[in-house]
């Protein structure tokens, strides 16, 4: 074999291997980025109502919030609330919550009754994520660094001060805040 004939092949190795490389990294980049435009697609409001378990309990409670109306104007949407920002947490987030798609196709909870039948059990999943995540949602909008505590009313003032030093989260004190309370519900700690 000649000089010249190997370092042909080595180039044209090199070049196999960076081609390689590149589409494995294009192929990769367009893979995640249809994944993320997927995820921020399934966060829209529309999205999040559109089958009827949703529009019929949990998004007519949610108009009535705070977090829809209030005297500031901020407004806040279902993935505010229950999808972290940071691009891990959020792939977890929405591979846990597929478990709602597929009791909605079960046909678990399709109906007013059966929702409310569940309702306790949704909400006590959605309590313990929250209080596992120390209520990291909540956070995104709501520093207790940047509470002004002076301006708050007696109790909130005193259970927010208390907050680091009892090892409390937002979810502690903060169920029903954009839903009801299901029936039943008992304040057990989660």
Not at 3 to 12: N, Y
Not at 22 to 32: A, H, K, N
Not at 159 to 169: G, Q, S
Request: aromatic share 6%.
């Amino acid at each position: 074999m000649t000089t010249e004939s190997a370092q042909g092949k080595k180039k044209l190795a090199g070049w196999a291997i960076a081609s390689l490389l590149t589409g494995v990294f294009l192929g990769g980049s367009v893979s995640l980025g249809g994944l993320n435009a997927a995820m921020d697609w399934t966060n829209r409001e529309e999205f999040c109502i559109s089958c009827h378990e949703m529009q019929a309990t949990p998004y007519s409670e949610y108009q009535d919030s705070a977090h829809d109306l209030n005297r500031a104007g901020v407004k806040t949407t279902c993935s505010d609330c229950h999808v972290p920002k940071e691009w891990g947490s959020k792939v977890l987030a929405k591979i846990w919550a597929s478990k709602d798609l597929v009791h909605h196709f079960l046909g678990t909870i399709d109906s007013p009754e059966k929702y409310e039948n569940r309702r306790l059990h949704m909400a006590k999943s959605v309590w313990q994520f929250m209080k596992k995540t120390d209520s990291k949602t909540c956070r995104n909008c709501h520093a207790v660094a940047a509470m002004n505590l002076d301006q708050q009313e007696g109790r909130a003032r005193r259970k927010h001060r208390m907050l680091v030093v009892n090892e409390k989260t937002c979810i502690d004190c903060h169920k029903g805040i954009a839903h009801e309370l299901p029936d039943g519900f008992e304040e057990d700690g989660v």
